[in-house]
Each structure stands twice: as C-alpha cells, then as structure tokens.
C-alpha cells in the first residue's frame, strides 16, 4: 500500500494542532505507520529540504523547521501521497481550497503547518530518511475493507 511521509511543522506543534491534523488524516481513511515525536537537527533539516537549497527562502526554512519538535509521521493508503497533500491544501495557505489544513488553520507559506511528500518517490527517500525500517508497523485495521475494500 502507498505511503506518504507526514510533518507536524513547529508552528503545528507550538499551537496546539498535532491532534487536529491527526485526526483530519485519521478521519480521511488514511492508516498510520510510524510516528515520533523529535527535535530536528540542522544536518537531518538539510538533507529533508537539500531540493530547495538556493532558494530565496531556504535559510528561513531550515530556520523555520529546526525552530522546536515537529511530529514525524507515516501514513498510508490508496494514493496517500495525493490524498494527503489534498487533505493539507497548496504551499500557499491562501491558495489552499477551504476545508484543507493549510486553508483552514494557516495564513503565511512560511508558518503553513504541515509537511507532505510530493511524490511516491520521494516519500520512500523521505520515509527512509525519518524513519528506521523497525519504526515502521504493519497491522490490520479493523475498518481496513470499509475504508481500502474494492467492488
Ligand atoms: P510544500 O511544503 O507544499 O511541498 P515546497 O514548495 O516543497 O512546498 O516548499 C517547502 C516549504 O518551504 C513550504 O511548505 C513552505 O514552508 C516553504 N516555502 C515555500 N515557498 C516559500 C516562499 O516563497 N516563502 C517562504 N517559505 C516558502
Ligand atoms: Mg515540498
């Protein structure tokens, strides 16, 4: 099954929103495979956003995220990686459809709350970079076939 890798940024933390955004994933049918909750090292940083080094906003981003604890997830399901970053809404909190995340909870691209990979890709590099493959739970859901069940 798809997996996606999921960040409670700090802002998230600091304002009281880990439960919020588990449970809007929770509710969408997705299953969770791994969390904890850490600080971010700059080196761990780096690696995370090294796309996005250059950028005008890289040095506030590594700023931004190293800042205080996030809440590191895994999640999976049918096309998780899609539906997650759905679920989160766009980068720009003011362009996220209303209902998401980012719409919902959020007004400036640098404080948007939540992480999420982009690609099946890079959600396994993303996934292998955060987590160590014994972090990671297999288990049957008891709603797995009402949620994941094909006709
Ligand atoms: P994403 O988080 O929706 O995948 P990316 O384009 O990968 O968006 O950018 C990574 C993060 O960098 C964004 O979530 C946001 O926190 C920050 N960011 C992106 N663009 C800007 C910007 O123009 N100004 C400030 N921060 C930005
Ligand atoms: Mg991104």
């Not at 009281?16 to 049918?29: A, H, Y």
């Given at each position: 099954m ?10 998230g933390?600091?304002r009281?929103?880990?439960g919020?955004v588990i ?6 049918g997705l ?10 090292s700059q ?6 956003y090294?796309?996005?080094k250059?950028?005008?906003?890289y040095?506030?981003l590594i700023?931004?995220?190293?800042s205080a ?29 209303p209902?998401?995340?980012?719409h919902?909870?959020a ?17 396994e590099?993303?996934?292998s970079?955060?987590?160590s493959?014994s ?5 049957k859901?008891?709603?797995d076939?009402?949620?994941?069940g094909q006709?």
């Amino acid at each position: 099954m798809e997996r996606t890798f999921i960040l409670v940024k700090p802002d998230g933390v600091q304002r009281g929103l880990i439960g919020e955004v588990i449970s809007r994933f929770e509710k969408r049918g997705l299953k969770l495979a791994g969390a904890k909750f850490m600080p971010v090292s700059q080196e761990l940083a780096k690696k995370h956003y090294a796309i996005h080094k250059g950028k005008p906003f890289y040095e506030g981003l590594i700023k931004y995220i190293t800042s205080a604890p996030v809440m590191a997830m895994v999640w999976e399901g049918t096309n998780a990686v899609a539906a997650a970053r759905q679920t989160m809404g766009a980068t720009r909190p003011w362009e996220a459809a209303p209902g998401s995340l980012r719409h919902d909870f959020a007004l400036e691209v640098g404080r948007n709350l939540t992480h999420g990979s982009d690609s099946v890709k890079n959600a396994e590099a993303e996934i292998s970079l955060w987590f160590s493959p014994s972090e990671l739970v297999e288990w049957k859901r008891c709603s797995d076939d009402w949620i994941f069940g094909q006709n």
